[in-house]
């Protein structure tokens, strides 16, 4: 009887005990529950930082894989030039924007009337290529402002730039990222030429003279027009002449009144190639191109009018 006495005196405090235990036992659940909310919540934020670091990662190789495409396309539309490689130069850069919006441009969409467009201007000056920050492979001398702004509204699968004067004119085209293309004398005798794929955009010309100070006056031509090539004249039946021996690059050279010091421009080009090359007017300086090519593609390209630039596709 006396311990149940004194268990029964003693269960207040027991039960007072166990209380204050559950109290205790339930804040520390609801802690570690809270802490392992936190963790949880750290964690999603975590694996959300690191998915939208993964997007951006995936939006940028898309981007670099997109402007690589553009990059090629653009290569695969260059112009054909004369002396040297299509390279951009960060000082010929411009505003593409202001010159579209420039008042005096010219624009043209393929299939423009009349074709071609020709307009007029004065070439030359003191400023050599070089110090205009031309590729190296340009030549001539201008006044360092661009005589035409071009905008074209399209891609032109082929559009061909002319200059045509008494001197000896050369050509720069600039294009808006600075991608400079040049020509001395492209276009036969001493005239100037730049044809091929011209991709939408505008740009500046620069029609300079190879003397420095000299300055003429010029017809710009564009058109979409391949050069137009001569028909053969009928010859009447003759007796058969007697077999001259076939010109030599050294024997066409001088027949066309150049000087002996350019006959060094002859060492290993194939004859064929250089006599047709001569006979169209084109420098010595392009007997370059006729190095390792194949005879009779090279012949036919330069009788039809091709730049000699275009020999690359004449492989032997």
């Known amino acids: 009887l006396r311990r149940a006495i004194d268990d029964e005196i003693a269960r207040p405090s027991r039960e007072a005990a166990a209380a204050v235990q559950a109290q205790r ?24 930082a690191l998915d939208a670091q993964a997007a951006e990662t995936e939006r940028e190789r898309l981007r670099t894989q997109a402007a690589q495409a553009r990059a090629a396309e653009a290569e695969a539309r260059r112009p054909i030039i004369v002396g040297h ?41 003191s400023l050599s290529a070089s110090q205009m920050n031309l590729p ?25 730039v002319e200059s045509r004067s008494d001197s000896d004119t050369t050509l720069a085209i600039v294009a808006p990222d600075g991608s400079v293309w040049c020509d001395d004398d492209g276009a036969g005798g001493t005239d100037a030429r730049i044809a091929g794929q011209f991709p939408a955009g505008p740009y500046r010309v620069f029609v300079g003279n190879y003397q420095p100070n000299v300055i003429s006056r010029y017809q710009l031509s564009v058109s979409e027009l391949q050069p137009a090539v001569a028909a053969p004249a009928p010859v009447m039946a003759a007796p058969p002449p007697v077999a001259a ?27 064929r190639c250089a006599v047709a090359l001569l006979q169209a007017g084109h420098h010595p300086a392009h007997l370059v191109h006729c190095r390792g090519v194949e005879p009779s593609c090279a012949e036919a390209m330069l009788r039809s009018g091709r730049n000699p630039a275009e020999l690359v596709h004449c492989p032997r």
Do not use: K, W
């Open 25 to 48: 036992d339930h804040e520390l659940a609801v802690a570690e529950q809270q802490r392992e909310a936190a963790v949880a919540m750290a964690e999603a934020q975590r694996q959300q």
């Open 136 to 160: 190296a492979g340009c030549r001539g001398y201008y006044s360092g402002q661009p005589g035409h702004v071009m905008v074209l509204g399209d891609d032109f699968n082929y559009l061909r």
């Open 245 to 271: 021996p076939a010109p030599t690059c050294q024997s066409a050279l001088l027949a066309a009144g150049h000087n002996s010091v350019d006959l060094i421009h002859c060492n290993g080009v194939e004859d």
């Open 85 to 125: 490689d299509a390279i951009a130069v960060s000082s010929m850069a411009f505003n593409a924007r202001a010159a579209r919006a420039a008042r005096a441009a010219l624009r043209l969409t393929p299939g423009f009337m009349p074709d071609p467009r020709v307009m007029v201007g004065t070439a030359g000056g």
